[in-house]
């Protein structure tokens, strides 16, 4: 057997112990002998193959199913294959999402020589990610199982695989047992205070903040500001118009907040975190650069329990703020005369129903959402997901595909622009062999970037030169797209519609474009963060 099918076998092997259950193979020939021992591990049940012909979709369909608590790995061919993975691999490092990087190299002998498609892929990813490069069987240790089940970020493995490249026969491993991805936690408890004459506090969640958030805030009684990605934006103390709220008089009053995730998506928040009447607690944050981009007073180790109740004033004043701020803004939305990006981000959070998964994209999207997502009821099994890791915009639709396959959940909706959804239309591209999964993706057409609208790029004095550096108008057919991929694809434009085609999906990978305006943008969100209670 050769000395590249025994180290290909032996990486996979590893791979499986490790807890890996997906495995996303972009075609090449240095991979062969890494995609065969894939395949060979698939069909003895071990794990589950999927195969993208662009890596870079390869690497956001890893980032997707992992994102969903499937342990994946993605694995191409050496040369410019690896440096598509870069994107994925940093949202992914950013994020703390654990998947395993996999990358065939030729033999060290050919550094620096020019050979065919030999570039140093040792570190390529940067310092940012830990890279383990393999040249035999004895490299595949024990160390290196370990570290790939303990891996909180991505993990590279570097293969150096040299000729022949093809087996002489097909493998069929033996069971292998993996280790349980579950690791107990101790029960640690830290104390906070939140009785008569404690700060008034707010909890703010990011990205992937989880139910500690929102469980803290139903305890001591605090409002719950929460983006819809934090996983913890329900319960009656979440606060669907925090952003608009915290312009007013009430945010004023704010003298502690407790952090938990990522909180990325807007500037109302960072302002409240960066005050410096404000104190600040903050869980640790995950990714490679965990430390804080605010003056942090306390930073938590263990869970954090209240002790005492606080005033039910303070959350009563901004649940009927919050009331009164929501009435007028579904009045605002309801007033367009034409299909807007807020009601199509309102009509697919209704669309969402208890156990669907929802990912939705960067940009105006996810922050449209934010203003529009009701109050969930807490232990629906509702998810929402984005890549906030980074919050760019490659990737979102490999992402959405990668997710659906991961989670069993009663309906997957993505939410994305047309920017986003042009940026990685490649993820349509699947062969007639994949997994598919039953995904709507509803694509917010404005015809090019609105967001830019919203901020200092879009002021009037700009505006001669506005579309052709940052509006970006494209004008492609979203349908003649869809028609090339043989995706099912709907048009919509006009809230009626929207409903309909939520309501009714065909099944598999759909695309329902919702054909908005963005003239207007600049204006609505100015009359949306003017509105008072």
């Known amino acids: 057997m050769t000395a590249s099918t025994l180290l290909a076998r032996a990486v996979v092997t590893a791979l499986v112990e490790a807890g890996v259950r997906e495995v996303v193979v972009s075609p090449g020939s240095r991979n062969a002998p890494l995609a065969f021992a894939a395949y060979d591990a698939a069909r003895a049940g071990l794990l589950r193959l999927h195969t993208r012909v662009d890596e870079r979709s390869g690497g956001f369909t890893a980032l997707g199913l992992t994102k969903t ?37 030729r033999p060290a002998r050919l550094y620096g020589t020019g ?46 695989l040299d000729d022949p490249l093809v087996p002489d026969e097909p493998w069929q491993p033996p069971a292998i047992a993996a280790r349980p991805l579950v ?138 703020a919050d009331r009164a701020v929501g009435r007028q803004l579904d009045r605002l939305v309801a007033q367009e005369s034409a299909l807007s990006p807020y009601a199509v981000a309102g009509a697919v959070a209704r669309a969402l129903p208890p156990g669907g998964q929802l990912v939705v994209g960067p940009s105006s999207p996810v922050r449209d959402l934010d203003l529009m997502v009701p109050r969930y009821d807490a232990g629906a099994r ?22 659906a396959l991961g989670r ?16 990685d239309a490649n993820g349509l591209v699947l062969g007639p062999d994949e997994p598919r999964p039953d995904l709507t993706i509803v694509v ?23 579309e052709r550096l940052f509006g970006t108008p494209h004008g492609v057919s979203i349908e003649s797209l869809c028609a090339a991929t043989r995706t099912a694809y709907t048009r919509v434009g006009s809230l009626p519609a929207l409903e309909q085609a939520l309501s009714s999906p065909n099944g598999g ?24 209670p």
Not at 455 to 461: K, R
Not at 512 to 522: F, G, L, N, P, Q
Request: glycine share 10%; net charge negative.
């Open 69 to 105: 608590g499937s342990r994946a790995a993605v694995l191409c061919t050496s040369g410019t294959a690896v440096a598509n993975l870069h994107p994925a691999v940093l949202e992914a490092a950013h994020a703390g999402v654990p998947f395993v990087v996999l990358t065939a190299d």
């Open 382 to 403: 509702r998810k929402v997901l984005a890549n906030r890791g980074l919050a760019g915009i490659d990737g979102i639709v490999s992402t959405a595909i990668g997710a």
């Open 115 to 160: 050979a065919n498609q030999t570039t140093d892929q040792r570190g390529i990813f940067g310092a940012l990610v830990p890279t383990r490069v393999l040249e035999r069987v004895e490299d595949v240790t024990p160390d290196a199982l370990d570290e790939a089940w303990r891996a909180t970020g991505p993990l590279h493995w570097n293969v150096h």
């Open 183 to 320: 690791r107990p936690v101790p029960e640690l408890h830290e104390t906070i205070d939140a009785g008569p004459g404690s700060p008034l506090t707010v909890v703010v969640a990011g990205d992937d903040a989880g139910p500690p958030a929102r469980v803290l805030a139903e305890q001591a009684g605090w409002p719950l500001l929460a983006e819809p990605s934090s996983g913890s934006r329900t319960g009656d103390n979440a606060i669907r118009t925090y952003r608009v709220l915290l312009g007013s008089r009430l945010a004023d009053r704010i003298q502690r907040v407790v952090v938990y995730g990522h909180p990325t998506l807007s500037r109302p928040v960072g302002r409240l975190l960066a005050r410096p009447d404000v104190e600040v607690v903050a869980a640790p944050g995950r990714g490679v650069w965990a430390e804080r981009p605010f003056a942090v007073a306390r930073t938590l180790g263990a869970a954090l329990h209240p002790e005492g109740g606080a005033d039910p004033a303070w959350l009563e004043e901004w649940r009927a």
């Open 408 to 423: 069993d959940s009663s309906r997957n909706l993505a939410l994305m622009g047309d920017v986003t959804f042009l940026h």
């Open 509 to 532: 990978i759909e695309v329902v474009e919702a054909v908005v305006s963005r003239a207007e943008r600049r204006v609505i969100d100015e009359r949306i963060h003017a509105l008072r």
């Open 444 to 466: 917010v057409n404005d015809d090019g970037g609105s967001i830019f609208a919203t901020l200092e790029q879009g002021a009037p004095a700009l505006a001669d030169r506005f």
